[in-house]
Nanobody
Framework: QVQLVESGGGLVQAGGSLRLSCAAS????????MGWFRQAPGKEREFVAR????????WYANLVKGRFTISRNNAKNTVYLQMNSLKPEDTAVYYC??????????????WGQGTQVTVSS
């Protein structure tokens, strides 16, 4: 079982940037796709971005496309989410998760504890 720990959240003004990290430990990290999700107060958790096992294919929710970039460093067992041009509506707890396949996961079975991102207007 892999363990995931997110970091890098915080308070930022609208238009600013943050870089989230998700460190994995416990077993082979590079075999599976990884995803970032977020949950705002009173809302359901939503998909943000996904990256395949090798890092050469990425997918984004329309709301973040062009502003967020997902990447991974398998040698460091870490996946990243670079968030630029942040908006107040990006405020949420951000979670990373491990998919159940290398390229096109249908489920995410392991989740981190989340990191809070707050964007002030």
């Amino acid at each position: 079982q892999v363990q995931l720990v997110e970091s890098g959240g915080g308070l930022v003004q609208a238009g600013g940037s943050l870089r989230l990290s998700c460190a994995a430990s416990g077993r082979t990290f590079s075999s599976y796709a990884m995803g970032w999700f977020r949950q705002a107060p009173g809302k359901e958790r939503e998909f943000v971005a996904r990256i395949n096992w090798s890092g050469d294919s990425t997918w984004y929710a329309n709301l973040v496309k062009g502003r967020f970039t997902i990447s991974r460093n398998n040698a460091k067992n870490t996946v990243y989410l670079q968030m630029n041009s942040l908006k107040p509506e990006d405020t949420a707890v951000y979670y990373c998760a491990e998919g159940d396949s290398p390229n096109f996961p249908t489920n995410y079975n392991t989740w981190g504890q989340g990191t809070q991102v707050t964007v002030s207007s």
